[in-house]
């Protein structure tokens, strides 16, 4: 297939810092788990990476579409920490988790509405898509 070897596969969850985590099944679902952030020096199954941290080793200076689908954890994403990559993103594709993590919705809207994003669309999965306003001509 042309273009799949300028994919590169990062072996890590998707946080808002750096950090150990642990995968939770508390609903022992065959397709959805939650991470927890365990302890310095606590067992950890996956280490976690930022949206800055790859746009620094991948030297790019904006994010054209980010897709989050990852259980709850949108919710940290979007609580701190995402001051630098958020304004650098032009189209963002989101599934919210609230049956997971409470709130995980609320904290979402909030910080892209808080940030010149506009809801766009929601998709039948249940994807909502949200525009930067700064990218586009309304």
Avoid at 4 to 23: D, G, P, Q, R, S
Avoid at 55 to 68: A, F, T
Avoid at 77 to 90: A, D, G, I, R, V
């Amino acid at each position: 297939m042309k273009g799949i070897n300028e994919i590169e596969v990062f072996k890590k969850a998707i946080f808002n810092k750096k950090t150990n985590l642990k995968i939770e099944d508390p609903y022992n679902a065959s397709n959805s788990f939650v991470i927890k952030e365990v302890a310095e020096g606590d067992n950890f199954e996956i280490e976690s990476i930022t949206i800055d941290e790859i746009l620094k080793e991948q030297n790019w200076n904006s994010i054209d579409l980010l897709k989050i689908d990852i259980e709850g954890a949108e919710k940290n994403l979007f609580e701190s920490n995402y001051e630098n990559w958020l304004p650098k993103t032009k189209m963002i594709m989101i599934e919210t988790h609230d049956r997971m993590i409470e709130n995980c919705s609320y904290i979402v809207m909030k910080t892209l509405n808080e940030n010149n994003f506009l809801l766009y669309t929601t998709t039948n999965g249940g994807t909502l898509v949200f525009y930067n306003k700064k990218f586009i001509n309304l």
